[in-house]
């Protein structure tokens, strides 16, 4: 397909190491000192996209719905090698506000491609509400993408095993691990970034469908019970008669 | 206005995590003061049975076509319609959560996926859920009149009620998805992680792949799934499916077993709310053992045949 066009959906989320944190009485997170980086299966999506987009002839427009403060993520999708990139500027509340800005820009796309799911609020429903909302189909958790002969096959997860699917698109899929290694941008990519169309799009949706009220860290563990390495069988006896959960 | 449960059907029976969520959506009926449907697309399972976990009616449906996300969601869609259900309850599994968001985009409905508790109605509607990735949770409000809970599996008691549910059978037929299934594999006689109450997991301290079965013959003796840590997967010594963890898969059994991971916070993260966590490592010092119920400091290699030994017992 010459001129195929792919459309690559990310998100911007806390560094994978980042210690979660609430301020505000538990109703906000805590930003401070927290490094942002591109969610790491949407990095997955970008890659697949490019290798997809360049053995075709074809372009990749990254787009993220988001405030300023994403840019610098934005420019490290682009000095991956993507064509262009779209801001959508919101400051959006779940993942349907997500979907409505982003079908606004949607239309005229072969493929469009998310991440499994962020790492930040694992909805993992972008894609399946894009793929509603376009009328087209969602392929979820796909471990493979490839293009040939006018159409695209997904690999995807399925509970207990894998699937195979075929479709000619136009149509949604997201990324999962093993789709690809993640591209690292290299220094040409990085200066071409510099300069590559980034545009700012003012948002149009009403807003969210739900509202976050407030957060909770999960309860600390009470404290470790050791048990003797040369008794070990004995950790079998207090899982089936104390813990009761064998 | 009433609760809709979508039952899952795996290998013509209903999966357990269909049960629990039909018991969810009964408590949930019961909160609201209305009924429980239930929807199982298929053929095979005893639709009644799911009256011993709540549900009041039971519609089955055959759908011509293996599952898609577009497929099943219009289907479920037209149950919902039909029963005028403002609650659908579906389990967090790869199908339910390929699902959720479609149906809830043709209800118009507010979404929230791993979802661990029980509404609370006595202001709006406020669900607890599980976010970055198993560090945290959140709880939500869920402003529209239509709701799609996708529950987490292994995360509710399955209460019986020991009734008859009335079943009623009917073909429907969907629109063409544009999506060929060309081939479905499935591991036989292998847990799902996602729905294992046990998980039997191993990292570096393994030392290689050939000593995987040390992994795997604990998780045979009690009948549980296998998994491993990130490092584990990026080298190959196992398949990405098993990765658990923040950019693997975030799990709930209700024992896991870590053995040679030291419990890295990425790692933690995708393992901290199961029920009772073991960690088995030599050195003393892994952050394992601050996130773990029951410790044992030592060699994998000495301490996994003695498990394997007393779990055969």
């Known amino acids: ?229 040369s008794e070990a069988g004995k950790l079998i006896d207090i899982l089936r008669n104390e813990a009761k959960v064998i | 206005m009433s609760v809709l449960v979508f039952a899952e059907i795996s290998d013509g029976k209903f999966k357990k995590a269909a049960y629990e969520a039909v018991s969810y959506g009964r408590q949930v009926a019961d909160l609201l003061g209305s009924k429980v449907t239930a929807v199982a697309i298929g053929q095979g399972a005893d639709a009644a049975e799911l009256g011993q976990y709540g549900a009041h009616t039971v519609k089955t449906l055959s759908v011509g076509e293996a599952f898609t996300a577009d497929a099943y969601a219009a289907a479920v869609n037209g149950v919902a319609n039909e029963v005028s259900a403002t609650t659908v309850i579906i389990s967090n599994t790869y199908t339910g959560k390929s699902l959720a968001p479609r149906l809830a985009q043709l209800m118009g409905a507010s979404l929230a996926s791993n979802v661990v508790s029980l509404p609370n109605t006595s202001q709006g509607f406020v669900v607890k859920r599980g976010v970055f990735s198993g560090k945290a949770f959140a709880f939500v409000d869920l402003n529209r009149t239509h709701k799609v809970l996708a529950i987490t599996p292994n995360s509710f008691e399955i209460k019986t009620y020991g009734e008859t549910a009335s079943v009623e059978n009917s073909a429907v037929t969907v629109a063409s998805s544009g999506l060929t299934i060309d081939a479905v594999n499935k591991v036989t006689g292998k847990i799902p992680l996602t729905e294992a109450e046990v998980v039997i997991s191993g990292g570096r301290g393994l030392k290689g792949p050939e000593n995987w079965h040390l992994i795997e013959d604990l998780a045979t003796a009690l009948g549980a799934a296998t998994a491993c840590s990130k490092p584990v997967s990026d080298m190959d010594w196992r398949p990405h499916s098993e990765h658990v963890g923040q950019t693997g898969i975030t799990i709930k059994p209700n024992l896991y077993v870590a053995v040679g991971i030291s419990g890295a916070i990425q790692h933690l993260a995708g393992v901290s709310s199961s029920k009772v966590i073991v960690a088995i490592n030599k050195d003393p010092e892994a952050p394992f053992f601050k996130a773990a119920d029951y410790g044992i400091v030592g060699d994998a290699f000495e301490v996994l045949p003695q498990l394997i030994a007393a779990a055969k017992n």
């Open chain 1, 1 to 229: 397909m010459t001129g195929m066009k792919i459309l690559a959906c990310i998100s911007v989320v806390p560094d994978t190491t980042t210690k979660i944190t609430f301020t505000e009485n538990n109703t906000q997170f805590n930003t401070a000192g927290v490094q942002y980086i591109l969610n790491p299966y949407d990095e997955l999506a970008v890659t697949r996209g490019l290798e997809i987009a360049e053995a075709n002839g074809g372009s990749l427009t990254i787009v993220h719905v988001g405030r300023a403060d994403a840019e610098p993520v934005i420019r490290k999708a682009l000095s991956m090698g993507a064509n262009e990139a779209i801001r959508i500027d919101a400051d959006p509340v779940d993942a349907q506000q997500v979907a409505e800005e982003i079908a606004k820009i949607a239309n005229g796309y072969d493929l469009i491609l998310t991440g499994r799911e962020s790492i930040d609020y694992n909805g993992g429903a972008v894609c399946g509400l894009l793929g509603a909302m376009l009328g087209i189909p969602s392929i979820n958790v796909v471990t493979r993408i490839d293009y040939a002969a006018g159409k695209f096959t997904f690999d995807r997860d399925i509970d207990g095993g894998r699937e195979t699917v075929t479709c000619a698109g136009p149509c949604v899929a997201s990324a999962q691990k093993e789709l690809c290694e993640p591209r690292i941008p290299n220094m040409r990519g990085i200066m071409a970034a510099r300069t590559k169309p980034l545009q700012v799009l003012a948002a149009q949706s009403a807003g969210g469908y739900s509202q976050y009220a407030s957060f909770e860290l999960p309860a600390p563990k009470s404290g470790v019970k050791l048990i003797d390495p």
